[in-house]
């Protein structure tokens, strides 16, 4: 096991600001009101930097910074656009593990998650859309011998962009490739929960991108995290205990926090998962051992300790965790909770991972059912030993993504809600119809 220095102790690959303005119009710029709010660390709970609190007023600012650059920006060449996004691409890379200890600093999930998966996945949809908006094919027809229609495609303009907080450098990188590959500047709006990291990769790439076309404004509230939805556990998994089997109880342990389990085999299975489970590892986020890390803020800790007791006032049963662990006498502030698996929650709603609840299911309607009514939609994971199954399920629930047989992949070819990459950048263009006579 290894563990990377804390930002800010010696050897530390990072050191936060002690305060992050506004970045508006390629510069940093105070708040307009003046306002700044404590930004701690779920790792220990102590505050690491201060960020400025956006206003009306600087939102005003950043749109009239990024509307100055948007004519230039959209008049650029889609090769040198593309030359860019790729150019951001190496410098993640470049930049892997500093961006990864900053993540994981600003949100308290375990290094070995956004080292390994959210950078990597990051440079790989720059890298992505680089390549797309090159592929792009401009639509022609023709009407009869003298007349053609030419199919037009021109950016935006401005764009407003969210990021939620348990994603905060791979949802920057989900919101702006597409929109800057298209010929867009945006206003970025990085979680009040999870802002300093976003900045820390602003450091890394401000320089490849002139002046107003990425602007960054702190201090939202209202954007939910993708959250982790249902998964649903057919009966044949555990028909064998084989390597699908295990794939399975680790899509259980790590992929959700509403688990839906066919009553034919419930108690064997449930058996089996919870096991597995109790195996993760709650240690320093820090730690290249660690599965389990902090919740990202005080508020998310609440949620899941208030799950748990509703849970069980409710006559839940606990059959695994439910307290707060201590993984290292240095981190007793900070955001921890055991992993719990909770039986028998009459809500059957999703709560905060790592807390599971378990409910079972009849039959694939019921399942269904059960799914549609959980109101966390946008990604649902589903295994089964037939892929007819998984197909078919696929196609009756309500949400963005299905997982068939595999859990929380988030690769650029399969964006929550697009089909394709021609989906995806054509939410960031305006399409226009020329008719050319050329008689």
């Known amino acids: 096991m290894s563990r990377y220095t804390a930002p800010g102790e010696p050897g530390s690959l990072v050191r936060f600001a002690a305060r992050y303005d506004h970045f508006i119009g390629g510069e940093y710029v105070p708040a307009a009101e003046g306002r700044y709010f404590p930004n701690p660390t779920p ?55 500093a961006l990864a200890v900053a993540e994981t600093w600003d949100t308290g999930k375990p290094i070995r998650e956004t080292l390994g998966a959210d950078l990597p996945l990051a440079s790989d949809h720059f890298r992505y859309f680089a390549g797309a908006v090159r592929a ?55 979680s009040a929960q999870t802002p300093a990291s976003v900045h820390v990769l602003l450091s890394a790439i401000a320089d490849l991108v002139p002046p107003g076309v990425v602007n960054v404004v702190n201090g939202h509230e209202g954007v939910a995290p993708s959250g982790r939805g249902p998964a649903v556990f057919f009966s044949d998994v555990a028909q064998y205990a084989d390597n699908f089997h295990d794939r399975a109880l680790a899509g259980f342990a790590t992929g ?34 660690t599965t389990v890390g902090a919740q990202v803020s005080a508020d998310e800790l609440g949620k899941a300790l208030w799950y748990i007791d509703n849970a069980t006032n409710s006559g839940a049963l606990v059959r695994l965790g439910g307290g707060r662990p201590l993984p290292h006498p240095d981190l007793a502030d900070g955001y921890y909770v055991e992993p719990t698996v909770i039986e028998g929650d009459k809500a059957r709603v999703p709560g905060v991972w790592p807390v599971v609840s378990v409910a079972p299911f009849n039959d694939f309607d019921d399942a269904v059912k059960l799914v549609n009514e959980t109101a966390l939609g946008r990604g649902v994971s589903v295994w089964s030993r037939d892929n007819g199954v998984g197909y078919r399920f696929g196609q009756a629930v309500q949400a963005e993504r299905v997982w068939v047989n595999n859990d929380h992949t988030y690769f650029a070819e399969a964006m929550f809600g697009h089909e394709d990459r021609h989906s995806l950048l054509a939410q960031f263009w305006h399409e226009k119809r020329l008719l050319v006579n050329y008689a």
């Open 43 to 97: 790792v220990t709970g102590e505050v690491f930097t201060e960020v400025a609190e956006g206003t009306a007023d600087d939102m005003a600012h950043a749109w009239q910074e990024a509307h100055g650059a948007a004519a230039r920006w959209a008049q650029t060449a889609v090769a040198e656009r593309a030359v860019i996004l790729s150019e951001i691409a190496d410098r993640i890379e470049d930049n892997l593990e």
């Open 136 to 190: 792009q094919e401009c639509t022609r027809s023709q009407v009869d011998g003298d007349v053609v229609v030419h199919g037009i495609r021109n950016p935006l303009g401005v764009v407003t962009q969210r990021v939620s907080w348990d994603f905060p450098l791979l949802g920057a990188a989900w919101r702006l490739a597409p929109a800057l590959a298209a010929g867009n500047t945006v206003v970025l709006h990085p």
């Open 256 to 289: 959700t926090s509403l688990a839906l389990v066919q009553h034919d085999r419930y108690e064997e299975f449930l058996a089996a998962a919870t096991a597995n489970m109790s195996a993760l590892a709650v240690g320093h986020p820090l730690d290249s051992e």
